[in-house]
C-alpha cells in the first residue's frame, strides 16, 4: 500500500528519480474522494479522470499505484480506523482492541454517505473487492488467527476448537450488527461484553475428575 507518510524532503543536488510527494498523495486520493461525493460511479473512475482531477498526469499515479483497484483500496483505508496497536497483557485485551476497531469501523461506514456508497461499490465490483479482501481484510484476519493461536498455546483458550471456527464466533456478532442490521446499536462497551461471553464458552475445560455422588 501507498503511504502518505513516507515523504521525503528534496535534497540538493541531482537526484535518482523523482521524491515521493506527500502533497501529490493527498491530492490523488482527494481527487478520487470528490469524484465519489459527486456521484462517479466507481466504473467509470478512469486513471486520466482522476489525474484531471488531482491536477497530475497519469503517469504520476502510476508511479504510486498500479491501477485503479490499488487506488481505490487505498483511498477506502485512509477512511478506515487505523490498525489497533495490541496490548499484549492479555488474549482478552487483545481481542477486546480488535472488535473495537471493527465497531468504530460500523460507526463510521454508517455517519458517513460516502463510506456507506463506497463499500456498496465496492461489493459490485468483484477485482476491487478482491483487492480489498488481499490487502485489508486477509491481514487483519491473519492477525486475529495468529492471537487465538497464542491463546490455545498457552492454555487460556481450549486447543479442540478449529481456530477459523474460532474467530468466526469472536467476529460474527460484531460484523452482524455492522454490516448485516444497520439499526442495531454499537454501543461503547460492546467489545468487551462479546469477547467475555465468547471467552466464557471456549475457556479449557478442567481436567479434574468430577466425583460421583455415594449411593
Known sequence: MSSLADSRPAQDGPARGRPRSEAVERAIVEAVMKLLEDGVPLAEL??????????????????????????????????????PELPGTSIRDDLVALLEQLRQRGLMTRSSALLHSVYAQMKSSPRVWAAYHATVIAPRRRIQIDVLRRGQENGELRGDIDVELMNDMFAGPMLVRTVMRPDADLPAGLSEQIVDMVLEGLRPVSSSPVSSPSA
Open 46 to 83: 478512469s486513471i486520466e479522470r482522476i489525474a484531471r482531477t488531482a491536477g497530475v498526469g497519469k503517469a504520476t499515479i502510476y508511479r504510486r499505484w498500479s491501477g485503479k483497484e490499488e487506488l481505490f483500496v487505498d483511498v477506502v483505508r485512509t477512511a478506515e480506523p487505523v490498525d
